[in-house]
């Protein structure tokens, strides 16, 4: 989002969370909330908000859950000088309020566990989506690297996983067990000397194939699973898988597709996954995944359609 400072200057607050200051209790100051996609920071970056923590806060950042950077203390009356400061330092504002928020991801680019770039990915997602503008209510994307989800994408409006299916080549399989311990779900046994798969217990984490130390397991069908519909709060609900091993681009459209659809159909103050339940999940599905290979759509069991729902 490109930082215009006239913005800034408001003594609405509502109207300077929308740009990222956010009033902090207790004080007449705000925090200014930095956008830092997939939470990477580079060590010029940090020099610079360590000077202008002290210039305009009070030498304090603070990390978000999100894995965003605020640095409060900040005097309303130099909304301007900071968000110019900021912009000169090559970091933006991060939008609060009603809008897209910005892209989290877990640490897969470097992760043993990681069966994709989820930097790369997690900044793509920004540059293509994230531009401000106002939504019906709050929209959070995550993207996690491997089945074990640490950036809790299925908590998300919109959630991407980095999967790997193994397959095992039998002609190079000695039935050692390394695969076996590697499997923190019990879905793969020795039978007859060579280890077999259960498809039905594995959710393609990829472990598995990583650990064998002949090289004797594939993964011949690798991407990404779609999560929609999450979110995380006074109210709950876990988003539902609706798509499956879909190339990066793939991902990159229908996220897009995702987003718009809930710009068009989206009441206000309501998340996605609430927009999904009132339209019904199979009419979302269609909507977001029209030009995607059937086989990509992930069947929406029953059972799955019951656990999509809100809690308290
Ligand atoms: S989700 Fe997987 S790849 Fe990402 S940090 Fe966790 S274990 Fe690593
Ligand atoms: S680790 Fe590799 S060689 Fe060993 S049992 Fe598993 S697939 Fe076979
Ligand atoms: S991919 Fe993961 S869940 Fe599936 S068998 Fe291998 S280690 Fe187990």
Same mark, same amino acid.
């Not at 504002?93 to 770039?117: E, I, Q, S, Y």
């Not at 709950?236 to 659809?261: H, P, S």
């Given at each position: 989002?490109?930082?215009?400072?006239?913005?800034?200057?408001?003594?609405? %607050?509502?109207?300077?969370?929308?740009?990222?200051?956010?009033? !902090?209790? +207790?004080?007449?100051?705000?925090?200014?909330?930095?956008?830092?996609?997939?939470?990477? $920071?580079?060590?010029?970056?940090?020099?610079?908000?360590?000077?202008?923590?002290?210039?305009?806060?009070?030498?304090?950042?603070? $990390?978000?859950?999100?894995?965003? %950077? *605020?640095?409060? &203390?900040?005097?309303?009356?130099?909304?301007?000088?900071?968000?110019?400061? $900021?912009?000169?330092?090559?970091?933006?504002?991060?939008?609060?309020? #009603?809008?897209?928020?910005?892209?989290?991801?877990?640490? +897969?680019?470097?992760?043993?566990?990681?069966?994709?770039?989820?930097?790369?990915?997690?900044?793509?997602?920004?540059?293509?989506?994230?531009?401000?503008?106002?939504?019906?209510?709050?929209?959070?994307?995550?993207?996690?690297?491997?089945?074990? /989800?640490?950036?809790?994408?299925?908590?998300?409006?919109? =959630?991407?996983?980095?999967? @790997? *299916? #193994?397959?095992?080549?039998?002609?190079?399989? !000695? =039935?050692?067990?390394?695969?076996?311990?590697?499997?923190? $779900?019990?879905? %793969?046994?020795?039978?007859?000397?060579?280890?077999?798969?259960?498809?039905?217990?594995?959710?393609?984490?990829?472990?598995?194939?990583?650990?064998?130390?002949?090289?004797?397991?594939?993964?011949?069908? /690798?991407?990404?699973?779609?999560? @929609? =519909?999450?979110?995380?709060?006074?109210?709950?609900?876990?988003?539902?898988?609706?798509?499956?091993?879909?190339?990066?681009?793939?991902?990159?459209?229908?996220?897009?597709?995702?987003?718009?659809?809930?710009?068009?159909?989206?009441?206000?103050?309501?998340?996605? +996954?609430?927009? %999904?339940?009132? @339209?019904?999940? &199979?009419?979302?599905?269609?909507?977001?995944?029209? &030009?995607?290979?059937?086989?990509?759509?992930?069947?929406?069991?029953? *059972?799955?359609?019951?656990?999509?729902?809100?809690?308290?």
């Amino acid at each position: 989002m490109s930082v215009d400072p006239s913005e800034f200057y408001t003594p609405k %607050v509502i109207d300077a969370q929308l740009t990222g200051m956010i009033k !902090t209790v +207790g004080e007449n100051k705000y925090s200014a909330r930095l956008k830092v996609p997939a939470g990477i $920071l580079t060590a010029g970056l940090l020099e610079s908000l360590a000077r202008l923590s002290r210039a305009y806060g009070r030498g304090e950042v603070y $990390l978000t859950a999100r894995l965003g %950077v *605020e640095i409060p &203390g900040i005097s309303g009356d130099r909304f301007p000088e900071i968000s110019r400061a $900021l912009a000169d330092a090559g970091v933006s504002l991060a939008g609060c309020g #009603p809008r897209m928020r910005t892209t989290v991801a877990c640490k +897969g680019t470097v992760c043993p566990h990681g069966n994709l770039d989820t930097f790369q990915l997690a900044w793509e997602i920004e540059r293509r989506f994230n531009d401000g503008a106002v939504l019906p209510h709050k929209f959070k994307v995550a993207v996690a690297g491997c089945a074990s /989800t640490c950036s809790k994408p299925q908590l998300n409006d919109v =959630g991407l996983v980095g999967v @790997a *299916e #193994p397959a095992v080549r039998a002609e190079a399989c !000695t =039935g050692c067990s390394v695969c076996v311990e590697a499997c923190h $779900l019990d879905a %793969v046994r020795i039978v007859d000397g060579k280890a077999v798969i259960d498809r039905a217990g594995c959710v393609a984490c990829g472990d598995c194939a990583k650990a064998c130390p002949l090289a004797a397991m594939d993964t011949p069908r /690798t991407g990404l699973h779609l999560f @929609a =519909g999450g979110r995380w709060g006074r109210e709950r609900q876990v988003g539902i898988r609706i798509a499956e091993f879909l190339a990066g681009e793939e991902a990159l459209d229908a996220v897009g597709r995702i987003k718009a659809w809930y710009r068009d159909n989206g009441a206000r103050k309501e998340r996605l +996954g609430q927009t %999904v339940l009132r @339209a019904g999940v &199979g009419r979302f599905q269609a909507a977001v995944l029209g &030009g995607l290979p059937r086989e990509k759509w992930t069947r929406i069991t029953p *059972e799955a359609e019951a656990g999509f729902r809100v809690m308290r």
